[in-house]
């Protein structure tokens, strides 16, 4: 009954022209954000902020929770048109989102992106609304070695991302792993790898290798093949834009994994939405009847990463608003927007504070929905891109790239790392060396690393910190059965095998 | 035709440099001023420069607006070098952190010091308070201290990098009292404190301000805090020098540089323009809501502050067996 009045509270709040306004602006801001690879919602809130202290702190709240949301929603549509990563929750998008749009189902990719998005954001909002308070106490007993066990059940992944070659892909995540450990350690203050340059000191931002291996790597093998370059099948009709009955069905599980697997890694203050992308598409893939086809454009493969980013949004907000952690880049600046206006985020905000909580809460569900409507009827438009002649497409492939990569750092740096990286992703294509891995070992080096060296920190040396504590077990057993993944696959293949030679 | 133009550019150089200097007397910034930090969006610098051009604005200090530049990377030595590189350049900034300091002590590969670059002001103090969990065994310092001293190694804090401040106030307690226990390194402020909520640590340095709504919570309790006097908002928790520990107060510390080659009437521009900045309500305001210290210093102050640090940092890093290269 308590929800029920707040959110009653939070709708009046909510629905007030002034806010419906401003959870339109920051969604609609939060999809061009999204949309442009680099270009995030952190900085885009940076940018923004001064121009809040005129508004009302409740305006001010729902329309950069508007940007944090709405660039989710967009982030997926260079993935899937371009193979360039808008944001790096998106990365994982690009697998299956980019093969469908290169088999003329572009349409029906963002079209389920938008949905999907639509679903787990939703439900990401309902977890905020109904299960924070105690969701949070769970978070705090997650720690060092439950991290490094979730993390290993990510890296585990690997083995299903492998192409034809598990030696390929164990080799490509080996070198995702090393890419992670550069820069210089947290614990020693010492620099690793970093050949001297001082750019190097901070690491390679992840996003430049995933836009490098991904974008560059495809334009570059691309355009080697002179009688593949014509443009992407686009069909002509709105109906075949849009996904059809049967793609709603075969995601059904997509939906509930990514809003589910979304929201409990967006709780954990150690975790983030890109983390959260790729074990939702990992999960998916394992309980998949048609594993074998992953990668090759199945749409639950977008589905799933795409509403696991979105659930995550609200799952972050837990740890934010119940004890004022912040967990991710955003959440640390919208932190700090609170302090500005002169609030106190802490375990007291939300009771101190109902009518700004609950107001969000009701702008988040109003904001999904204004996502769905704004984002469905672009999908046939944006599809279009698509019809572009490959002279026009792949120069402007490569100026997205290399503009998103500039607008992170803003350092030519960079933009060599981008053109080394870009190489990379050309040779392994060339060798038929799978990237997905390389990228999930980038993605999980550094807090597996770091985890580990902390829960070892925490035990004095002792390994078994990571078997003794119930949830990091759980977790570990689970990597451990998805390692046995293909195992289970070959060993059948050698029954069905030998039950046909029976046959025979 | 070249040789010419040539000619004149350097005649228009020559006479550029006499009145130049007469100009720079009633110094203006001419562009937009460019205020470098080298922290994302989000991090302290950040929100300390945009809480900043925020004030310049409302106030009207300058002619021309103020921009928040992210030169992030390189733990400080990207926004080093890129002030470095804009030698002479009058229209930028930037924000120091301890870490501008620390970071070419211990990498080669950060070149640019601060001693390269022109000091202008140091700005602020930010204090810190030591803290445990509210279901914590030990009510004082003392207490910890002596648990420690009884299970060397097994208490632990959770903290920043090795040469974070979180560890320089553990090692000089520890090479103060003999006592030893363990520091783990966390990446982000929140899962510092997560770890110390979840039990996962026994005590860490927390910011005063952010300690504040989770001991009002009675999730936290504060042993000490981590400055000279006591903050106005722990009256009744003893500083370090209070609860028996005579150890130096390392502050956080917060100041701006500019580029190096810049007129002498630039820098008193800026001093200038800090002092002025400093004397606002808004800033008084700010630095209370924050809970920071005035720690204004002028140039010349702010040089000697620089070798005081570096000094006591080379020997602190030393205790704590990080290899220094400066």
Known sequence: ???????????????????????????????????????????????????????????????????????????????????????????????????????????????????????????????????????????????????????????????????????????????????????????????????????????????????????????????????????????????????????????????????????????????????????????????????????????????????????????????????????????????????????????????????????????????????????????PLFAQVLRLPVYVLYPLILGVSIVGVYTVSGSMFDLALLIVFGLLGYLMRKLDYPSAPLILGLVLGAGMERALRQSLMMSEGSLSILVSRPISAVLLSLAVLILLIPLFSTVNAWRLQAVAQDDA | MKVQLQVIVLAAAALAVSPGAALAQGFKPTRPVELVVHTGPGGGSDVLARAIALMVEKEKLLPVRMQVVNKSGGQAAVAAAYLAEKKGDQNTIGLFTGVWLTTPLISAEAKVTLRDLTPVARLVLEPAVIAVKADSPHKTLAEFIEAAKKNPGQLKQSGGSSTSRDNVVRQLLQKSTGARWSFISFPGGGERIAALLGGHVNIMVIEPEEAGEHIRAGNMRVLAQVSETRLPKYPNVPTLKEAGFDVPVVPQVRGVVAPPGIPRENVEFWQDFFARLTRTAAWRKYIEENQFEDGYQNAADVTKFYDEFTDRMREILKDAGVKTVR
């Open chain 1, 1 to 379: 009954m308590e929800i029920l009045s707040g959110l009653m509270q939070g709708f009046a709040v909510a629905l007030e022209p002034v806010n419906l306004f401003w959870c339109f602006a920051g969604v609609l801001l939060g999809t061009v954000v999204g949309i442009l690879p680099g270009l995030g919602p952190p900085a885009t809130i940076a940018m923004l902020l001064p121009l809040t202290f005129q508004m009302n702190p409740a305006s001010a709240m729902i329309m950069l929770a508007g940007i944090y949301y709405g660039a989710k929603y967009g982030g997926s549509t260079t993935s899937i048109l371009m193979n360039v990563p808008g944001e790096s929750a998106s990365v994982v998008t690009c697998l299956d989102g980019y093969q469908m749009a290169r088999k003329g189902r572009a349409g029906p990719a963002l079209g389920i992106a938008a949905i999907a998005s639509f679903i787990a954001g939703t439900v990401g909002v309902l977890g905020l609304m109904l299960v924070a308070p105690p969701l949070a106490k769970f978070a705090l007993s997650f720690s060092s070695p439950e991290y490094f066990a979730l993390m290993s059940l990510g890296l585990a992944m690997v083995v299903l991302l492998a192409g034809r070659s598990m030696a390929k892909a164990l080799l490509a995540a080996l070198v995702g792993l090393w890419i992670a450990t550069m820069g210089t350690d947290l614990f020693s203050s010492t620099s690793r790898f970093a050949f001297g340059r001082m750019e190097l000191l901070s690491g390679i931002d992840f996003v430049v290798v995933a836009i490098g291996v991904f974008a560059l790597g495809e334009v570059l093998s691309n355009m080697e093949e002179r009688e593949e370059a014509k443009p992407l099948p686009v069909p002509k009709g709105l109906r075949i834009l849009l996904p059809t009955l049967q793609d709603m069905k075969d995601c059904r599980f997509a939906f509930a994994n990514g809003s589910i697997v979304g929201f409990l890694v967006g709780v954990l203050p150690g975790a983030g939405s890109t983390i959260a992308s790729f074990l939702s598409y990992g999960i998916e893939k394992a309980v998949s009847r048609r594993r074998d086809q992953f990668g090759n454009g199945v749409v639950e493969g977008v589905a799933a990463p795409e509403g696991a980013n979105n659930s995550e949004t609200g799952g972050a907000l837990v740890p934010l608003l119940t004890l004022g952690i912040p967990g991710s880049g955003t959440t640390a600046i919208l932190l700090a927007a609170l302090v500005l206006w002169g609030f106190k985020p802490g375990p007291l905000f939300i009771p101190e504070h109902p009518a700004l909580f609950w107001g969000l809460v009701a702008s988040m569900y109003i904001g999904n929905v204004m996502l769905l409507v704004l984002n469905l009827p672009l999908v």
